[in-house]
């Protein structure tokens, strides 16, 4: 395993424990409202602190952003993305469905990535050039053909829902043509399923650079694809991703763009 990779291995792993500590103490939890229908919670703040120091251990020049404020200047080189806690929503409601998203960006290109379910004890990561693991495994994305009974994954932009007529109407062009679409509540998760195969395709926006960075990476090192609504290369800092094997994703953008 890259050096660095293990250093974001262990990192989420130390947030993965506050995390389940915080989800079976929900009672005691805090919860603040960041915008409309957008939450966080002192477990993703604790979340995220707990990754940074953990990195910083071992790499204290690197710079940081993550979701909840964690903005560290440092060694632009090295750009650590972080998400401490992909999937709130479902936190706070009992949902056992969130993780983890750690992504190393290095001279603007992702490099090192995990994706931890704490609840799952699924570990997902990826090195630039070393293909995708679970826990240790090796995973590809589908081998599915066209859209013809795959399964899909999405989202629906529930902080600008000014946007929900389009977002509904592509929703139905594609769920006439697949066999069905689930909705998970993490982007991460989406992606990291993608890349398992377990997702033939995914499509979402409104997103942020945390949200998919390390999954962007799992998806490309599983041999999938990575596009933006238009198929564009560069989804990270776009706002709108589409994901899968080539033809998935070739299949998605006819009804996305």
Same mark, same amino acid.
């Given at each position: 395993m890259h050096p660095m990779l293990n250093i974001a291995v262990r990192a989420a792993r130390a947030a993965g424990n506050v995390i389940t500590r915080g989800f079976e103490n929900r009672g005691d939890l805090l919860t603040e409202k960041k915008g409309e229908n957008d939450f966080v919670t002192k477990i993703d703040k604790e979340a995220?602190?707990?990754?940074?120091?953990?990195?910083? @251990?071992?790499?204290? !020049?690197?710079?940081?952003? *993550?979701?909840?404020?964690g903005l560290v200047k440092g060694d632009e080189d090295y750009k650590w993305i972080i998400d401490p806690l992909d999937g709130t929503t479902n936190f706070i409601? *009992?949902?056992?469905?969130?993780a983890v998203s750690?992504?190393?960006?290095?001279?603007?290109?992702? !490099? @090192?990535a995990v994706v931890f379910d704490p609840i799952r004890g699924e570990l997902f990561t990826a090195s630039? *050039?070393?293909g995708a693991q679970l826990n240790g495994f090796r995973i590809r994305a589908s081998n599915a053909r066209d859209l013809n009974n795959t399964v899909l994954a999405t989202a629906f932009p529930f902080k600008a829902k000014d946007d929900a007529e389009q977002a509904i109407q592509r929703f139905s062009n594609i769920f006439k043509q697949c066999g069905d679409i689930r909705?998970?509540?993490?982007?991460?998760? !989406?992606l990291a399923y993608v890349a398992a195969g377990r997702f033939d395709g995914y499509w979402?926006? *409104?997103? @942020?650079?945390? !949200?998919v960075a390390a999954g962007e990476l799992l998806v490309r090192e599983s041999g999938g694809l990575v596009t933006d609504f238009s198929g564009g290369n560069d989804p990270l800092y776009k706002g709108e991703i589409v994901a899968g094997n080539p033809r998935v994703v070739q299949a998605l953008v006819k009804h996305l763009k």
């Amino acid at each position: 395993m890259h050096p660095m990779l293990n250093i974001a291995v262990r990192a989420a792993r130390a947030a993965g424990n506050v995390i389940t500590r915080g989800f079976e103490n929900r009672g005691d939890l805090l919860t603040e409202k960041k915008g409309e229908n957008d939450f966080v919670t002192k477990i993703d703040k604790e979340a995220e602190f707990t990754i940074i120091n953990k990195i910083q @251990q071992s790499y204290p !020049d690197h710079s940081f952003i *993550g979701e909840e404020g964690g903005l560290v200047k440092g060694d632009e080189d090295y750009k650590w993305i972080i998400d401490p806690l992909d999937g709130t929503t479902n936190f706070i409601k *009992g949902i056992p469905h969130f993780a983890v998203s750690i992504a190393l960006m290095h001279k603007g290109r992702i !490099d @090192q990535a995990v994706v931890f379910d704490p609840i799952r004890g699924e570990l997902f990561t990826a090195s630039k *050039g070393g293909g995708a693991q679970l826990n240790g495994f090796r995973i590809r994305a589908s081998n599915a053909r066209d859209l013809n009974n795959t399964v899909l994954a999405t989202a629906f932009p529930f902080k600008a829902k000014d946007d929900a007529e389009q977002a509904i109407q592509r929703f139905s062009n594609i769920f006439k043509q697949c066999g069905d679409i689930r909705r998970g509540g993490s982007a991460a998760l !989406d992606l990291a399923y993608v890349a398992a195969g377990r997702f033939d395709g995914y499509w979402e926006r *409104g997103l @942020q650079p945390w !949200d998919v960075a390390a999954g962007e990476l799992l998806v490309r090192e599983s041999g999938g694809l990575v596009t933006d609504f238009s198929g564009g290369n560069d989804p990270l800092y776009k706002g709108e991703i589409v994901a899968g094997n080539p033809r998935v994703v070739q299949a998605l953008v006819k009804h996305l763009k």
